[in-house]
């Protein structure tokens, strides 16, 4: 059973820096496409970086050169961390941890709860 707990977030001040974690249980990773979306208020959920078991990652033009994705095992369980670095108070989000199974035809998406990022002064 796939589960996807994020944590991290929180409140920021605009230049400050956020690392998310995503705890990704029953995901095995090189089966899996990983990624972190955000949704601000009234706004639709929008990519933010999504990573392979090989490494390829893809990153949103807002975000390049500010975050960066990884893929990581911690105490035995496998995490996807996102480093997030200059933030802007258009950053200010939920943000979800996402598992796109490829085991499945068609691929199954999994979504975790979501954690608020508020980036104000």
């Known amino acids: 059973q796939v589960q996807l707990v994020e944590s991290g977030g929180g409140l920021v001040q605009p230049g400050g820096s956020l690392r998310l974690s995503c705890a990704a249980s029953g995901v095995i990773f090189s089966r899996n496409v990983m990624g972190w979306y955000r949704q601000a208020p009234g706004k639709q959920r929008e990519l933010v970086a999504t990573?392979?078991?090989?490494?390829?990652?893809?990153?949103a033009d807002s975000v390049k050169g500010r975050c960066t994705i990884s893929l990581s095992r911690d105490n035995g369980k496998n995490t996807v961390p996102l480093q997030m670095n200059n933030l802007k108070p258009e950053d200010t989000a939920v943000y979800y941890c996402n598992a796109i199974s490829l085991s499945t035809i068609p691929p199954r998406s999994y979504w975790g709860q979501g954690t608020q990022v508020t980036v104000s002064s």
């Open positions: 990573i392979t078991s090989g490494g390829t990652t893809t990153y």
